[in-house]
């Protein structure tokens, strides 16, 4: 038995991960658990060691799916792997599981080769969980098309197991990027504590002699406790408390290494002399769409085309990959990999016309969009220089009660979270005034990140106002805002038609004299009466939202204090990287952890199926979104339902009642004294009820599908699984189809974000820019309008970002031998060819070398390749002839390349020939790096591998 004292900050995990293979870890509490579990993961891969790393939750709730498949994960991991380090708090060591014999039962190993009775194997997926579904979009779900099956299994990735009869032939794991590889043999776990179906039947009632509780299942393993005292059956103990010779503070560490890692708890070893320092999170966050043969492309200078296919050809002795796209007239034109970069695909709807090879019609259109686009592009630059002019004192970010505050957050920050805090701090410790937007889908954490700007401002002291579209999203905020400051003691308060006015004069009075911090409310904040102390900080949620003249009076308002906006509405990546250092954008992107995909049918109007999924909610004690969006019968819905479930409460709210009576019904659903709330699609979207878990949503057909996607938004905003239910007719039309389709593709947590959805992008579009320009987004198509907008910016702000044409002449290319099928081949070259950085594309280099276990030597010399495409990009290089022995650089002679760039290809190369337009090194293709590293001056790092 060991004990550490002193082991703060991230100790425990470096610890761990430097001197133990095999262990259960036991926290003080469900934080601690998760942030060791995220540190421990982080030291792991710093120190590259083959860990199985798991977290066990303590979430007692049966429908907490999630919880129940990290702890399954877990359990399989410590009886099938070794290596493996699970992690979990005391609470988690007493909650019961099936017990070991029918885990490892239910437990499945298929292997290629091996017979397997196919009717069986589906038997035992639906009895551990796993659903069936058209395409296995969400992890617990399969599908079977043919003699193929595939399974996503969680912390794996979607499985395909090809079947001939009931041998299985092959088995492949699909990559993020849409590519393949063979698997030998692939296990399978159960998802629930329990078998979900007994015999024929669904479970309800677990067998808990059969049981065995999480602690049985660790009772021989190397055991470690964080922070807990009074047991002693541990193993190694580790205590916050006391001193440690090994750690010190970063004030004391004189000449130590430093490394950064995006751990959340920071460490000063002095033993290794080495400061291990907390970054940002990278994420490899890639928007794919797979391209399809047919599917309609733009290429930036031949236009509108349909993509027939890839293929690949042998000139002179060497492999090359083509794009086949098709004009009018049945035209055709061959497009390198190497330039596959300049095509986008266009999405339409109705009647498309192909553009003519030379003709005008295309650069007329591109020249028409890019003017309305320098209008646009003047505005933001003009705002933005205005903006920078205005300055006021940095506010202090390093206090210590903020760290209390942000320890005092129940949860663990999701990575884009702590992006998001990270740029505000940035933000507020500058001598400029913050305008920044947090854009992420409904319930991803906006308002947490919110609260630690208001909880600086305050503690610099500046009042705080937040301001929401509506009373019951005011009261909302006011209820989480109060629950987190009250006990800091700031003041809060809500101002908005709920209070008396009485209680509005207190409040007034309160707010000049400086007594209230925080006020949140309708644009009643707006109105003149409304007098602050020393303002500091306004947070706008939904902006968008607001009429034009509260919209003056924001802009008015918001002239010299720092800005805040929240929005739910979709910003995609591309927007936010053309506008990055004109409009301060934080996208969140990760669902908070546990968040759980709301399962989606569509089914033609049932009562039986009204009656079914009512019941099942108000079952387990949940609440009931019923949307029926005609006025005239609303109410005889409503009592339609009183009848099915005379014992329920049943609320409506629509459009014709008067704005306090329909707040009045919102705060008793809120505060669950209604059960089931009938109402048209009024409701506000942004309203938090972490019990409504069942939406039910008649003549689904007749909305759009950002209306769809908005409203679905309503329910699944916990750990709970959510429903939803489309109803229609039995006969729609083709578009109401396609919108429901894609609604039902649309599950994960987030995909408002991350999903193609053409009329929220546009939306997106207009909030941002602040313009109409869905004509111009319509024309070109989305991904080009952006690349046009990105062109603008640069030309109006003086950016040269002119992109050098690169010719190779040795094979650089994806082998068939390494990627067999043509489409994968495709999708991997688009992804690449869509990075928008260097770093981007080590990324995808990355992932892509740890999922096949390394990379083919020629498809490394094409990302090198890649890479360097974006070094030279508006560095004064027009074209680059790369070969071997020698490589020819040809020099911009109007915009020339700075002089050290020059001096260093010299001094670095072995020259062959130079003159004012062109310079010839001698160079090794394995020296791409270094050339990439020269234009990045980044040399210091990097020495010539056998240069000629």
């Known amino acids: 038995m060991k004990k550490i004292y002193g082991a703060t900050g991230s100790y425990p995990e470096y610890y761990t991960v430097k001197h133990i293979q095999n262990a259960s870890v036991i926290t003080s509490s469900s934080k601690r658990a998760k942030l060791f579990f995220h540190d421990v993961s982080v030291y792991s891969d710093y120190f590259k060691k083959e860990l199985n790393i798991c977290y066990i939750p303590s979430e007692k709730d049966p429908l907490d799916i999630d919880s129940q498949i990290k702890r399954n994960f877990g359990i399989y991991n410590l009886l099938y792997n070794r290596n493996t380090i699970v992690i979990m708090d005391k609470e988690a060591l007493d909650i019961p599981v099936r017990d070991m014999e029918t885990f490892k ?99 309800t009632q677990f067998d808990r002699q059969k049981s065995q509780s999480i602690s049985s299942y660790i009772r021989n393993i190397f ?33 130590f290494e430093t490394v950064k890692l995006p751990l959340r708890q920071s460490l000063v070893l002095k033993s290794e002399k080495k400061i291990f320092l907390t970054e940002k999170e990278k994420t490899l966050d890639l928007e794919f769409d797979p391209l399809k043969e047919g599917d309609y492309i733009i290429h930036e200078d031949y236009g509108i085309g349909i993509f027939r296919g890839i293929e690949t050809r042998n000139i002179k002795g060497k492999t090359y990959d083509f794009m086949i796209l098709e004009y009018a007239d049945g035209e055709k034109i061959y497009v390198s990999y190497l330039h596959f970069g300049k095509i986008f695909k266009y999405k339409a709807s109705g009647v498309v016309k192909l553009d003519k090879i030379g003709g005008t019609s295309w650069r007329n259109l591109k020249k028409k969009v890019k003017n309305s686009l320098k209008k646009v592009a003047k505005d933001l630059i003009k705002l933005y220089t205005e903006r920078n002019k205005i300055t006021r004192p940095p ?15 129940p949860y663990v920050e999701t990575p884009d979270q702590m992006k998001a ?17 947090i854009c992420g889908d409904v319930g991803f954490g906006k308002t947490e990140v919110a609260l630690r700007a208001v909880f600086i401002s305050v503690l610099n002291g500046k009042q705080v106002a937040v301001l929401t579209p509506t009373t019951v999203l005011s009261y909302q905020h006011y209820r989480n805002f109060k629950k987190r400051l009250e006990p800091f003691g700031i003041k809060v308060e809500n101002l908005s038609r709920l209070k008396s006015k009485k209680e509005i004069d207190i409040i007034l009075e309160e707010l000049e004299s400086g007594k209230i911090d925080v006020v949140i409310g309708t644009h009643r904040i707006l109105q003149e009466d ?40 979709p910003i995609p990546r591309t927007l936010n990287m053309a506008l990055s250092g ?50 005239e019968t609303i109410q005889e819905r409503a009592e339609f339902l009183k009848k099915m479930f005379p014992d329920a409460s049943i609320s409506t709210a629509h459009g014709k009642m008067k704005p306090k009576q329909i707040e009045k019904v919102i705060l008793e659903f809120i505060q669950k004294k209604i059960d089931i709330l009938v109402s048209t699609s009024i409701i506000e979207t942004g309203i938090d009820i972490p019990t409504a878990n069942t939406l039910i949503v008649e003549r689904a057909d007749l909305f759009g599908l950002a209306q769809l996607y908005h409203l679905r938004g309503r329910v699944g905003r916990g750990n709970i699984q959510a429903y939803c239910y489309l109803l229609v007719p039995p006969e729609i039309t083709k578009d109401a189809q396609r919108r429901l389709d894609a609604i039902l593709r649309l599950t994960r947590p987030g995909s408002g974000l991350k999903i193609s959805i053409e009329d929220m ?100 010399l094409y990302l090198n390749i890649e890479k360097l495409k974006r070094a030279v990009k ?59 590293a020269i234009f990045l001056s980044q040399i210091e790092n990097l020495t010539i591998k056998n240069s000629s």
């Open 223 to 255: 055991r470690i406790y964080v922070d807990i005292y009074n047991r002693d059956d541990g193993n190694l103990y580790f205590f916050s408390t006391g001193s440690n010779s090994e750690i010190t503070t970063i004030e004391e560490a004189k000449n």
């Open 761 to 860: 992008q546009i939306r997106g579009a207009g909030n941002i820019l602040g313009v109409e320009q869905s004509g111009h987004i319509k024309a070109v198509g989305y991904d080009f309008y952006i690349k046009l907008l990105q062109d603008v910016i640069n030309e109006e702000t003086g950016k040269k970002e002119k992109e050098p044409l690169i010719q190779v002449n040795f094979e650089a290319y994806i082998p068939e031998e390494f990627i067999p099928d043509s489409s994968e081949r495709l999708n991997l070259y688009m992804t690449v060819s869509k990075a928008v950085d260097i770093e981007e594309i080590q990324q995808i280099k990355e992932y892509l070398s740890k999922f096949y276990s390394g990379l083919p030597d020629i498809f490394n």
């Open 395 to 409: 506010l202090n970010i390093n206090d210590a009660l903020i760290k209390q505050f942000e320890d005092s957050f």
């Open 874 to 932: 508006g560095k004064g290089i027009t074209k680059i002839e790369l070969g071997e022995p020698i490589t020819h650089i040809y020099i911009d002679e109007e915009n020339p390349p700075e002089p050290e760039i020059i001096d260093r290809l010299i001094n670095s190369f072995k020259v062959s020939s130079i003159s004012s337009d062109r310079i010839s090194i001698f160079l090794d293709k394995k020296n791409i790096d270094l050339l990439t």
């Open 105 to 203: 039962r239910d437990c499945l190993v298929i292997e290629v080769g091996k017979e397997i009775d196919r009717d069986l194997f589906i038997q035992t997926l639906f009895r551990n969980g796993y659903i069936r579904e058209e395409y296995p979009e969400n992890e617990g779900e399969f599908s079977v098309k043919g003699g193929v099956i595939s399974i996503h299994i969680p912390y794996s990735g979607i499985v395909e197991v090809d079947f001939f009869g009931d041998t299985v032939e092959n088995i492949f794991l699909k990559s993020l990027i849409g590519t393949r590889k063979s698997l030998n043999k692939v296990g399978i776990f159960p998802l629930y504590d329990f078998p979900v179906i007994n015999g024929d039947r669904i479970n």
């Open 421 to 437: 805090i990270i740029d505000i701090k940035k933000d507020l410790s500058s001598n400029k005034p913050m305008e920044r937007v």
């Open 582 to 631: 004109l409009k301060n954008l934080s996208v969140i992107k990760t669902p908070p952890e546990g968040r759980v995909e709301t399962k989606t049918f569509v089914s033609i109007h049932d009562e039986n199926i009204i009656k079914k999924a009512i019941s099942l909610e108000l079952k387990r004690g949940g609440q009931v979104f019923y949307l029926h969006n005609r006025i």
């Open 530 to 569: 409304v007098k602050f102390k020393n303002l500091g900080l306004l947070v706008i949620d939904e902006e968008h939202r607001f009429g034009v003249k509260a919209k003056e009076k924001i802009r008015h308002i918001k002239k010299d204090i720092d800005t805040l906006y929240l929005t739910a509405t």
